[in-house]
Nanobody, 121 residues
Framework: VQLQASGGGLVQAGGSLRLSCAAS????????LGWFRQAPGKEREFVAT????????YYADSVKGRFTISRDNAKNTVYLQMNRLEPEDTAVYYC???????????????WGQGTLVTVSS
């Protein structure tokens, strides 16, 4: 599975962005997809994940109620809708694929290249 993330940019606090991650490979629909982020000088952290069937989702407490993860298996794409953005959300956002539903980065086998989100105060 190859992943290509897009949709990052500069937004003011309180604004919204939608990230997309397009995947190649016939087995996309069998993978759980996750979003992680890494701010400058910090460890990569879990943001959200969605099961292959989209029936189960998990979120980090810091984004719960503001971010929504979704997927369209027909388009081989996973999305991260980010609302009420805060300066603390500034980071490079990565999409990743895993055969299971995990919140730990080391359990993900495939990674996209990352897209930068900058939230100004």
């Amino acid at each position: 599975v190859q992943l290509q993330a897009s949709g990052g940019g500069l937004v003011q606090a309180g604004g919204s962005l939608r990230l997309s991650c397009a995947a190649s490979g016939r087995t996309f629909s069998s993978y759980s997809l996750g979003w992680f982020r890494q701010a400058p000088g910090k460890e990569r952290e879990f943001v959200a994940t969605i099961a292959w069937s989209a029936s189960i989702t998990y979120y980090a407490d810091s984004v719960k109620g503001r971010f929504t993860i979704s997927r369209d298996n027909a388009k081989n794409t996973v999305y991260l809708q980010m609302n009420r953005l805060e300066p603390e959300d500034t980071a490079v956002y990565y999409c990743a694929a895993s055969p299971g539903l995990y919140r730990v980065a080391t359990n993900y086998n495939y990674w996209g290249q990352g897209t930068l989100v900058t939230v100004s105060s």
